[in-house]
């Protein structure tokens, strides 16, 4: 894999039980190479935040994470929505 990831194993749990994807696997979309990677950063989260969507096994997930010392800290992984999938589409 061409990049470094970490996470919180606590958030990891509950990302997995809520979305049914574990961070392990979400990795997986950095390896598209037609993914989009856009500014998901939001005042309240103090941090600048990337959201990259991409395919894992023919299905579109986006993943926030953000940048520490060029690790991927990844901070949520989940199927994308109908206006992310349109992006990707349509572009």
Do not use: C
């Amino acid at each position: 894999m061409p990049f470094s990831f970490d996470w919180h194993d606590d958030k990891a749990a509950s990302n997995l039980i809520k979305h049914g994807i574990s961070f392990g696997e979400a990795r997986s979309v950095f390896l598209d190479p037609l993914r989009i990677d856009i500014d998901a950063s939001r005042e309240e989260d103090g941090e600048l935040r990337r959201k990259t969507t991409g395919l894992l096994a023919g299905r579109l997930f986006s993943v926030v994470y953000t940048l520490r010392d060029d690790v991927h800290w990844i901070i949520s992984a989940r199927r994308a929505n109908p206006k992310e999938i349109r992006t990707y589409v349509q572009r």
